[in-house]
């Protein structure tokens, strides 16, 4: 019981963990809380239902292509809805962020259905639950906890190596002398909207086989997603990790042993317990300043 | 003639029509227009503490819940009278309001908006699964009331009462942005530091904002259980939010009037797409960011500019010309903003 129930909440916190990723790429970068984010990561996973399922393409390429329209759906999100409003201010953003976040959660209703529908994806392999050591996994969790490692260290790796992660490093560090240097500021915010929204719709086509996707998956999504960031410190990428493994875990725990229906007020309990006491969160011991 | 067209005019105008409308309209628009007048209140109350004290809280839907949450279960669990409901719904909303004050105290802007909406989100589960006491997700059904002295049927009767209520609340709030409290609020919402060193204290104002919307919430609430004779939780879910919140953009963010414009049109939005959710959802989501983005002021700065009588005394926040270092401040841990 315990060793399925740890395996399965690492699995879904590792998932949780990549839109936390999202969140605070987006956050760090420009200042701002993309509240979409769970509608992007519900876009995500419909994307790879529609090449995959409509469509018949096959798995890996469709679940690529997933991610690449996430990729651009949120660099067109913040084209159209966030660049005016960057400089009017982060509470204009966050309100903006809603009213997208409902656009795209009616876009998709209208396409993918009413409320209730719920559509079942088939998973990527089929191969029954394997027992090591007492731990029950199940392939599928193994794939996904494996595959946002994975994309995680790649994210890691880009901030780190390439040219355009160093700018996003600097852009967070401090505009004003980023803009000093030349680098081109406004590209890069729609570049981290971008990044966040792959993260996001990566999370969900590596998550659309484990649970049913329906166009109101999104939020909920969102809160978990937020706690594991906010735990983290919103600022650190590593944060957004652990956050995002410890919300899935005290997630899979209270299921287990307290009730599956009190499995998602923990998301609700971690945000306003740790915005309220620790706002800083568990990896914010030195404190980012921006200018 | 002037004063025809002034702010109050078109209010005194407005609640006159909402005043006669009983003796002519069929029982569906009847209730579209209590409904608008629930709404009033709703976009009144948020647009107090989101317009004039400045606390961008997401939790209005939360509290509309409550109010409605409270009045009916007081009626079906207790035997409690609506007459003692109602209010006693607006009162514990208003209480449930005032804990929410607290990490207001400790944060601002984007951070209080995140903590409300968990908060908000915390409470739709309450509604769903707390069985024992809200009857669970599928809701459940209240009492019908009786006005029995009164020769108005059940429907009029509730209309009448939401309309005085209505009008009460939209004076009180008209008032009170006109007096020491209401400039209070402005002065803590436009720079709290400053309202601070002029001796507001912030603490009770705060308390007070939010005690006030969670009121006006929870009063609404109860209209709204004595209406539908129905509870249910989906009623107060995260796009209730976006409706009031489009309420108070659309008709302007720190304005009575607009609030009250706001309300009556998205109403009358939200009626003509009733049939089709996803449509509700994007029409609101395009009205909201469209708002956001060109008319950030609402339709009372458009009002203001066109009619010479529309006067608002109290000044709007100017989103466009917030100060650049506000905008970084917001971004440092919270603990080390800038004074």
Redesign the interface.
Known sequence: MLGYLITSGLALGALYALVAIGIVIVFKST???NLAQGELFMLGGFFAFMFHVQMGYPYIPSLLLAVVASFFIGALTYQF?FR??M??????V???S??????????A??IWG??GDYIPFPPMITASAINLNGFIVLPQQLVAFGASIALMLLIVAYFKFTRSGKWLQAIADN?KAATLVGIRVGALHRLAFALGAASAGAAAVLMAPLTLLY?DIG?NLF?KA??AA?LGGLHSIAGAVIGGLIVGLVEALVAGYVGS??Q??S???V??LV??FI??GIM?GK????? | MKWLISNKGFLCILFAVFGVLPTFANSYLLYVSNLALLFIILAIGLNLLIGYAGQLAFANAAMFGIGAYAAALLQVRLGVPYWVALPAGGVIASLIGTLMAWPALRLSGIYLALATLAFAQFTLWLFMHWEDLTFGATGFAVPRLSFAPLPVTPEQGIYFLSWIITIGLTLFAWNLVRSRVGRAFVAMRDNEVAAASLGINLLRYKVFAFALSGFYAGIAGGLHCGLLNYVAPESFDLFQMVIHKSMVIVGGVGSVVGSVIGAALLVATLELLREFKSLQEIAFGAILLIFILFMPLGLVSFLKRVLPGWEEEVHLPDARTAPAVEAADELRPVGERSP
């Open positions: 200042g701002a809380i809805a005016p409003l400089k009017a201010g982060l509470v204009s966050l309100l903006a809603i009213a997208v976040s409902f656009l795209l959660k009616g876009v209703r209208n009413g409320v505009v166009p939020f809160i937020f706690a906010v229906k009190f998602d007020v998301a609700f309990v945000i306003m915005l309220v706002p800083r914010g404190a980012m300043r921006k200018v």
